[in-house]
Structures are given as structure tokens and as C-alpha cells.
């Protein structure tokens, strides 16, 4: 027994950013965002915290499954950019919603999102929930270095929810993690201590581009073809790979090295960019809503991102 996904959800605020007024903070251009990441415009939180965003798109989820807050018994949340270090996304996210169930974040940075659906087919196998909410949502907005034109221009805000039920549909997973802070690192504010004599990082986003660009390819490649052999599968059985969105290059280049067309790819970086453990869950949202998706049809997730950490898996609509 592992789940099957009842309904979806998303919310990204208001306020659209396109690339040209990202030149009024840095050195920046259309042409270069367009030509090297395939990101046109992004959402950027004004007044939406973290935790109003994760509310909003899990009880547009929930309206999705048609249940109600209180039939949950499991909450369960990623972010990298919360608006506490404690309560947890999770616990804000119960009491916005009027749940009254167990609730928890796990970490895992931008493959966050894979590393909940795990944790959530878990609590099914052992026969400890029925009705399960995976929510991920990030004001990355809050933790950029505005001065950085290698990061500002690449992420996003905004949220997306999935509700799970009891199921088989949850096929298989694969998981990576290599320790690192060297190639991608959101250090925390290092606080006012008088006795500290340590240099404080700036609690901002730190990327070495290309190295988690190679990386992004290598492990995305990896895991599709890993979760295919283990399954006696083909890419031609796949109806949609649903990717981390961090660069339409990457996708590009994935797509190229595992013989696929990037059709089979799902992307909308172009409107959102780079929303960390949201992305996947906001692309499920729009498949599910626009009609791309029927029951039955073979999914493939995949994510990378700091950890160094990476996952797929395969999944049945
Ligand atoms: O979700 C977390 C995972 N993150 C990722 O997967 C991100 C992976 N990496 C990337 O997407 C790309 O490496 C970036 C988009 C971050 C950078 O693209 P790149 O093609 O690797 O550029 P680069 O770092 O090699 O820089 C090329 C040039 C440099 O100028 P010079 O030294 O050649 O004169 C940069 O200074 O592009 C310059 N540059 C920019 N120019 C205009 C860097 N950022 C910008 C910018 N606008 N925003």
C-alpha cells in the first residue's frame, strides 16, 4: 500500500516580474535570462509570507480532493525560505487550513518535494494515515542577495499541495545524497552573539552555477534511467517527466543525452522560474488542471538541488 493523489494545488502572488525590470537592480538584460535560463517573468511575494502561500495552495488542494481540514491525518512541508525557524511551515499551515493532525517539515532543499511524497508513502505502508497533505512552498524572494545577478534572476516565489489518499500509485523512488556546502548553500542568519569570533555568511542563496549545472544533468539522467531499469520500463511508456524547473538548458541537455524529445519534459519556468520544492507541485497543478493528465498515465518527478541531493520517482495518475 503506498497512495494515489486526490487532488492539487498552487498559489504564486501577485505581482509578475519580467526580466527587463530586473535591470534597475543589476547589470542585467531580456535577452541573457531568456537565452541562458528560459525564464521570462517570474512572481515575487510583496505582502505573501511563506506560510500565507503554503495555506492557499493547500486548500486549493484540499477543494481539488474534495475533502475537508479535518480529514487529514498528516501534514507534511518543505521550504528553505520560512517564516520561522520554528513553528514549522507544517504546524503554521494546520492551524491556517483548521486541521488538527500530526505535522512536520523535512529538509532537503530543492528536491524537498520527493523527499515528502517518500515520507508520506511511509506513513501509508505502515497503515498510519489516509488521507495525507504534501505542501511546499518558498519565498526564495526573501533570501537573495539582490546584488547577485547569478541568483536574483533565476528564482521565484510560490507554492504548490498535493492531498494523497490510500493507493497503489506510488510506484518507486530513488534517492542521492552527497554532503556539500561548497557548490549550493543558504547559510542561517549567524546571530548577535557578543561571544562569536566567527565571520558571518550573509544568509543569502550561494550557487556555483556551472558545477550544479553539470550536476543537475548528470543526476537527472542518472535517476530517470535508474527508475526505468528497475522497472522494466522505456522512456516511450512515460507519459511526462516532471522536472525541478531551474534552467531550460538543463532540460534541454538532459533531454538530448537520454534521447527523448523535450516535449516529454513538462516546463513553465518561462512564468515562474525557479521556485526551489515548489516547482514540481506547481507543474503537477497545471497538468492536472488544464486535461494533460489521465488516470493511468505514467509520471516520472525528478529534482535536484542543495545537499547536495537528488530524487525521482515514478508515479501513476
Ligand atoms: O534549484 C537549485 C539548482 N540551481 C541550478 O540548477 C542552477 C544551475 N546553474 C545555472 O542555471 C547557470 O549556471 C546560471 C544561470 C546560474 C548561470 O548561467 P551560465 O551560463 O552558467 O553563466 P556563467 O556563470 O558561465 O556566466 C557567463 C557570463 C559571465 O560573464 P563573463 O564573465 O563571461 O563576462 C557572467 O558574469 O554571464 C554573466 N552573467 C550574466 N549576464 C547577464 C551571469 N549572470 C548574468 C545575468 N545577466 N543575470
Redesign the pocket.
Known amino acids: 500500500m503506498s497512495f494515489r493523489i486526490l487532488g492539487t494545488g498552487m498559489f504564486v502572488p501577485e505581482r509578475i516580474v519580467k526580466n527587463d525590470e530586473l535591470s534597475n537592480y543589476?547589470?542585467?538584460?531580456d535577452e541573457?535570462?531568456v537565452q541562458?535560463?528560459g525564464i521570462k517573468e517570474r512572481r515575487i511575494a510583496t505582502h505573501e509570507t511563506c506560510t500565507d502561500m503554503a495555506a492557499e495552495a493547500a486548500k486549493a488542494a484540499l477543494d481539488n480532493a474534495g475533502i475537508d481540514a479535518s480529514d487529514l491525518d498528516l501534514i507534511i512541508a518543505s521550504t528553505v525560505s520560512g517564516d520561522y525557524a520554528s513553528p514549522s511551515l507544517a504546524c503554521m499551515v494546520q492551524k491556517r487550513i483548521g486541521a488538527t493532525c500530526m505535522a512536520f517539515d523535512v529538509s532537503a532543499?530543492?528536491s524537498a518535494f520527493l523527499f515528502l511524497l517518500e515520507t508520506a508513502a511511509g506513513y501509508f505502508a505502515r497503515g498510519k494515515a489516509k488521507k495525507v497533505l504534501v505542501v511546499s512552498s518558498e519565498r526564495l524572494s526573501r533570501i537573495l542577495d539582490w546584488s547577485d545577478?547569478?541568483?536574483c534572476?533565476?528564482f521565484g516565489d510560490g507554492a504548490g499541495a498535493v492531498v494523497l489518499e490510500e493507493g497503489d500509485n506510488y510506484i518507486d523512488a530513488v534517492f542521492n545524497v552527497t554532503g556539500d556546502n561548497e557548490v549550493?548553500k543558504i547559510p542561517m542568519y549567524t546571530g548577535e552573539s557578543p561571544f562569536n569570533t566567527v565571520e558571518p555568511e550573509k544568509p543569502v542563496i550561494h550557487?556555483m552555477?556551472?558545477e550544479?549545472?553539470k550536476y543537475?544533468v548528470t543526476s537527472i539522467c542518472n535517476d530517470v534511467k535508474a527508475l526505468l531499469e528497475q522497472n522494466n520500463l522505456t522512456l516511450d511508456d512515460i507519459k511526462y517527466i516532471v522536472p525541478?524547473q531551474?534552467?531550460k538548458?538543463?532540460i534541454d541537455m538532459s533531454a538530448r543525452r537520454l534521447g527523448v524529445p523535450v516535449e516529454k519534459f513538462c516546463l513553465n519556468i518561462d512564468r515562474y522560474g525557479?521556485t526551489?520544492s515548489a516547482s514540481v507541485p506547481i507543474v503537477l497543478d497545471e497538468l492536472n488542471r488544464n486535461g494533460s493528465l489521465n488516470r493511468g498515465d505514467l509520471l516520472l518527478l525528478t529534482a535536484?538541488?542543495?545537499g547536495l541531493s537528488d530524487a525521482a520517482c515514478l508515479i501513476k495518475w
Open positions: 543589476v547589470d542585467t538584460n541573457w535570462i541562458r535560463v532543499a530543492c545577478r547569478s541568483t534572476v533565476i549550493l550557487m552555477g556551472q550544479t549545472f543537475a525541478h531551474a534552467n538548458r538543463i525557479n526551489s535536484f538541488g542543495g
